[in-house]
Each structure stands twice: as C-alpha cells, then as structure tokens.
C-alpha cells in the first residue's frame, strides 16, 4: 500500500524565517493535499495538488508537486506564530481508494 | 459553505462509560469518514461510509465502536465501554466522491479517566 513520508518531523523557527516541509510518496502520486493542523482541533484543507510541476499558493503558503508526482514541498515565507501547528500531507491511494495521511510536521514559530 | 459540523467538541468521561459523537457533513457529500488521532500521531480511519453503506470498517474496534449513517447524511459514532486508550480526537471528514480530498470537522477531543 501507499505510504507518505514527511520531513522534517519538527521544525522551530525564528518568526520571519522561511521554512520547507517536504513530502515523499512510496507511489505515483494521483491528488496531493496539504492540511494544517492547530493541537487537539481539526484539520484545515489548505490545498490540493494534481497535475505534476503544478503549485499553489495561499497567502504566504506554497506547495508544489514535482514533475514525477512522488513528492511534494510546502513552504512559508516570512513565518509567523500563526503558522505554527502540525501540518499533513494526504493523498489518495487508487490501488486501496483509501485516504492516507503522511506522518505529520509540528511547526514551531518564536516570537 | 456551511463545514463539517461535530459534536461535542469536548468529552471527559469515566472508562467503561459510554459516549457519542454526532457529525453532520458538508451537504451533498456521499462519503463520509471517521478517523481517530491519538496524540503525536496522524489521523487513523476508523469507518468510511458511501451514502449509508459502510465501505471500510476494517480498523473500526468493533467489540466497542459502533457507528451509522441513517438516511445517508448525519453519522453518529459511539463507543461503549470507554477504554483509557480511547482518548483521542475524533474526527469526521466529508468529501463529494472518495477519489477527492476531505473537508474535516473541528473534531471531538474525548479524554477517557
């Protein structure tokens, strides 16, 4: 079955500070989707990707997927404590139709 | 658009109790699922529903977990007897078809003393 895998697993930063969160699939990627997460709440749809080479951006977030579909980056310009959180990458997996999740990045900003 | 609506957004019960968490998704979103997070960990899916049919139960607990979706809209997921390694966020997702992404509730945070 397919797995995502992401790095790193804890990120602290300096507010102001850009910062990369990766995400490697065992497989051809079919839909890509970031989420963030703030502790102990539900998750946030920040973004879908699908087509490879294609990126998005949502106010200083951008993620994108590379021409083979098997990873994706999401980055952050000029970090704030806003952006602070657990940030997962999903995907779906054809050969399961289930919905996967990768392992999970937990954001620190400091002030 | 109205989110994914959950209830309650907290729970503290005693373990052997019973408990339930109501999910109301996006309208006119077939599928619908129920993960569960324990702390530190990415969500694990619980049960996924197609309207009112269950697709996917295979890590559902099902000597103490129980979940329905009547009519194919509201979900209800219910524990019953409570066990400390319950506690966790519950969270329920809807999505138009299951080849799409999911839009997720707040989630329940159930600690389980």
Request: aromatic share 10%; with cysteine.
């Amino acid at each position: 079955s397919q797995e995502l895998e992401q790095s790193p697993q804890s990120l602290i930063v300096q507010e102001g500070k850009n910062l990369t969160i990766n995400c490697t699939s065992s497989k051809t990627l079919y839909g890509l989707y970031w989420y963030k997460q703030k502790y102990g709440e539900g998750l946030i749809f920040l973004m879908m990707l699908q087509k490879g080479g294609e990126e998005k951006s949502h106010e200083k977030i951008t993620a994108k997927l590379d021409e083979k579909k098997q990873q994706s980056s999401l980055h952050i310009t000029a970090s704030q404590p806003s952006h602070a959180g657990i940030y997962l990458c999903g995907a779906d997996d054809p050969g399961t139709y289930k919905y996967i999740f990768g392992t999970g990045t937990r954001l620190k900003v400091l002030a | 658009e109205a989110g994914v609506a959950q209830s309650p957004r907290y729970k503290i019960i005693e373990k052997r109790q019973s408990v339930a968490f109501w999910c109301n998704p996006i309208s006119g979103h077939a599928t619908l699922y129920w993960y569960q997070q324990i702390l530190g960990q990415g969500p694990k899916l619980l049960i996924q529903f197609q309207n009112n049919g269950v697709v996917d139960d295979s890590q559902l607990p099902k000597d103490r977990f129980s979940a329905e979706r009547l009519k194919g809209v509201d979900s209800t997921l219910k524990i019953q007897p409570a066990k400390l390694e319950d506690s966790a966020v519950y969270l329920c997702a809807s999505s138009l078809d299951f080849r799409l992404g999911a839009f997720f509730g707040q989630g329940t945070r159930l600690t389980v003393v």
